[in-house]
């Protein structure tokens, strides 16, 4: 099986402390750890391509060559700012001053998931709180990983083709950032992922899951919200360790 996963980060302007997220350098790390991890598929390092604190063109030329290289799954996260755009009817995603749109992450390949740990703002300044959680621990790589890699990618084979989208909040709504955790719906995720008793957790019930621990923590203030569009059993989030 042909995968790949791209991982961008934006900080935003490192001059501007009101506007610099100190946890989307936590998110990059998090889930290149996570990936390579066995609960997250075990994910080879040549697998994962980071982008944090590039350019616009750098972070677009990215993107056109995962699309150009035909994967049959590809795993997305974008953490940084962000905001609902009324004109596109879709989320905005902000590279310093420029921005590309939600549509550019997506359909990269037949099956894949797409995370974005962003606010979404309506056109609107972009507001984020901090938290306070436990820690995860993303160096559990005891068993074979050519076991794991094997269980995820049958997993995946399982699936119809589809497209799994996760936001971190609703449309004109902040999301929570921790300089220590990282997002707080992408961090939600992977201790989700690290603690679930389930042998095989999909993408939505992952999501389910974190999308309640986000609601109890900001008194649902912050609504996650997911789109699966042709899925009836969603693709792997992660694997029991």
């Avoid at 900080?11 to 350098?25: A, C, H, I, M, T």
């Avoid at 390092?45 to 049959?72: G, P, R």
């Avoid at 004109?172 to 389930?198: I, R, W």
């Avoid at 008194?219 to 789109?227: A, G, L, V």
Wanted: aromatic share 10%; hydrophobic share 30%; charged share 30%.
């Amino acid at each position: 099986m042909k995968r790949k996963a791209l991982i961008i980060g934006n900080s935003g302007d490192s001059q501007n402390p009101k506007e610099y997220l100190e946890g989307v350098k936590k998110d990059v790390k998090n889930y290149n750890s996570f990936l390579q991890s066995n609960i997250g598929g075990a994910w080879y390092e040549h697998e994962i391509v980071l982008s944090l604190d590039e350019s616009k063109a750098e972070v677009l030329q990215k993107i056109e060559n995962i699309k150009n290289e035909k994967n049959d799954f590809i795993f997305i996260l974008f953490s940084g700012h962000g905001s609902y755009s009324s004109w596109k009817e879709c989320r905005k995603l902000y590279i310093y001053e420029e921005y590309i749109y939600e549509k550019d992450l997506l359909y990269a390949a037949d099956k894949q998931i797409t995370i974005m740990d962003t606010c979404a703002g309506i056109e609107e300044d972009m507001l984020h709180v901090c938290f306070e959680s436990e820690s995860v621990n993303m160096d559990n790589i005891k068993k074979s990983r050519r076991d794991y890699r094997r269980i995820y990618e049958e997993e995946i084979t399982k699936c119809s083709n589809q497209q799994v989208i996760l936001y971190s909040s609703s449309i004109d709504e902040s999301s929570g950032d921790d300089s220590e955790l990282g997002g707080y719906f992408a961090y939600s995720l992977l201790t989700v992922a690290e603690y679930t008793g389930k042998e095989v957790l999909s993408s939505k019930e992952a999501y389910l899951i974190a999308k309640e621990k986000v609601q109890e923590k900001t008194n649902e203030e912050q609504n996650p919200q997911c789109r699966c569009i042709k899925a009836d059993n969603t693709l792997p989030f992660s694997i029991k360790e």
